[in-house]
């Protein structure tokens, strides 16, 4: 499981342009749980791919990403209070 986190400066020129790419990059990977955050159930080629895609697009010089690696007992190192339910990512998704 790899949390990733990013604060894109959507003030900048092509801010918006960067978060909406951003954004549709790690939905590839994961699913969202937060605006600006989601959660990736990936091996590690993948978790370098993502890597490698995501410096292509931001601006390190404005923009923040955060990795967080949980490792394969992710489960009972999340907890969460509210409304914004998520489904398993390890259960099988219909589309």
């Known amino acids: 499981m790899i949390v990733v986190v990013y604060d ?20 590839r ?6 605006n600006s ?4 159930l990936i091996d590690n080629l993948q978790f370098h791919q993502l890597q490698h895609e995501m410096l292509a697009i931001i ?12 490792g394969k007992q992710y489960a009972n190192k999340i907890r969460h209070v509210g409304t914004r ?6 259960h099988a998704i219909i589309l």
């Open 8 to 27: 894109i400066a959507i003030t900048s020129p092509k801010g918006s342009r960067r978060l909406a790419r951003v954004a549709k990059l790690c939905g």
């Open 29 to 34: 990977y994961g699913q969202r749980v937060q």
């Open 37 to 40: 955050v989601f959660e990736c």
């Open 59 to 70: 601006d390190p010089d404005l923009d923040s990403v955060r990795y967080y690696q949980l």
């Open 85 to 90: 339910e998520v489904e398993p990512l390890d």
